[in-house]
């Protein structure tokens, strides 16, 4: 029998009445002759209201406890979803991840799965059952709770579709699949048949957060082919795989567009081996993520860095550096929250030249400012203000000729 996982997010399972239709589909998979296993998400807003939580109780929550609280969300959904099942006469049978042997490392609220034993639930889907397993959880060698991080539920279907040699996995989410551009900023964009995990990868940095970035990470190191798509109908959706010989038709897959990033500008630091390390060597010590860094040519031994973190942490980032500035010549930090960092993505871009030029002529043509530009093999971003990104990924779009028509 063909053996399929089915993932359903938090919006999917965001109410008994979505249970309920939740259930019908599983039923129906079950129904056409394949074994099924179910990953759930808790339900939409609960993992946050947990944190909330937390945080009223304690400043800073202990992370063993904290894992505590946050597995109960998906533990409801998981026994809603199986008692639905039961409720229209199917066999089925829900699982904490412990119980089907997600073993994890040890690290509290973003443990990573060391390795799955998959027999018990090999053993219920032989006994016809379907088996219904909690996402975002499992257990580590002291036996306690853990945590994959947020959005995890998406990691615990790929590591489990690997584990039981899965023919399938299908991530039913809110969406129609991965999109060419964000729909309801650029009206024009496409639902793409397929994505490599490459370019997936490269579009969720870039600000279109379909998935867990770990989960795709994990599915292209054990090649796992899954498939993205709706649970509010029946539309074929995205299937994400390696990347295959005639994708490379296509030159730019996708423009994405982020707002939440921050531009810091470190200026007048002196002009000599060491500042850079010392600047980026604070950052990491605070745990900032720093994203593009561009450094002017020097100037009468001063130069300027520039870098982005995302918005949230601008002003850790000016914390951070405040003690280090005297070092490198008492430079200053300001920081530009007022912009967007927008990115074409393509694995054709290995193979292809002329897209830098396309894109910034583009944007020439439309009069909008280049602010920074990086490049990684198949990607190129630029800063731009963020007043004029919508209509920028508009007219960007419409150039690589990703538009609908
Ligand atoms: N419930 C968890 C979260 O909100 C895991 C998930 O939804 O994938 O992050
Ligand atoms: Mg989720």
């Known amino acids: 029998m063909p053996r399929i996982v089915q993932k359903y997010g938090g919006t999917s399972v965001g109410d008994v009445e979505r249970i309920k239709k939740v259930a019908e589909r599983i039923k129906a998979t079950r129904d056409e002759g394949n074994e099924v296993v179910v990953v759930v998400s808790a339900r939409s807003g609960v993992t946050n209201e947990l944190i909330a939580r937390a945080k009223a109780v304690c400043d800073q929550p202990s992370e063993r406890e904290l894992d505590m609280l946050l597995a109960t969300g998906e533990q409801e959904t998981i026994a809603l ?61 002291d036996g306690q709770i ?60 870039s600000g279109s957060k379909v998935m867990q970035s770990r989960s795709v990470e994990f599915a292209s190191k054990y090649g796992v082919v899954f498939e993205v798509r709706s649970s509010f109908n029946h539309n074929p959706g995205t299937i994400v795989k390696a990347e295959v010989a005639y994708m490379e038709k296509v030159v730019v897959r996708g423009v994405a567009v982020d707002k939440d990033q921050a531009k810091v500008i470190v200026s007048n630091i002196l002009d000599k081996p060491g500042s850079a390390a010392k600047v980026f060597r604070a950052l990491a010590d605070a745990n900032i993520i720093v994203d593009m860094i561009v450094q002017n040519v020097g100037r009468h031994g001063i130069a300027n860095l520039t870098f982005t973190v995302p918005q949230t942490d601008s002003q850790k980032a000016v914390k951070a550096l405040e003690p280090v500035l005297d070092e490198i010549g008492g430079g200053q930090v300001a920081v530009h929250e007022h912009i967007a960092k927008l990115s074409v993505v393509g694995v054709g871009m290995k ?3 002329g897209v830098a030029a396309t894109l910034f002529q583009c944007l ?27 209509e920028a990924a508009r007219l960007v779009h419409a150039e690589f000729g990703l538009d609908n028509t």
Do not use: W
């Open 81 to 141: 979803t199986a008692m639905a099942l039961h409720g229209i006469g199917v066999a089925a049978v829900s699982y904490t991840g412990a119980q089907a042997g997600i073993l994890t490392d040890k690290a509290h609220t973003k443990a990573k799965i060391t390795t799955i034993n998959a027999q018990p639930i090999d053993r219920d889907l032989k006994a016809g059952k379907v088996v219904i397993v909690a996402g975002f959880q499992g257990i580590n060698n």
């Open 146 to 205: 853990t945590t994959l991080g947020r959005g995890g539920s998406d990691l615990t279907a790929i590591a489990l579709a690997a584990a039981v040699k899965a023919d399938k996995c299908e991530i039913y989410t809110d969406v129609d699949g991965v999109y060419t551009a964000d729909p309801r900023v650029v009206k024009t964009a496409r639902k793409l048949e397929e994505i490599s995990y490459d370019e997936m990868l490269e579009l969720a940095s």
């Open 351 to 353: 193979t292809h030249s």
């Open 364 to 390: 020439a043509a439309a009069g909008i400012n280049i602010d920074l530009i990086t490049t990684s093999e198949i990607k190129i971003s630029v800063v731009i203000s963020l007043d004029r990104a919508d």
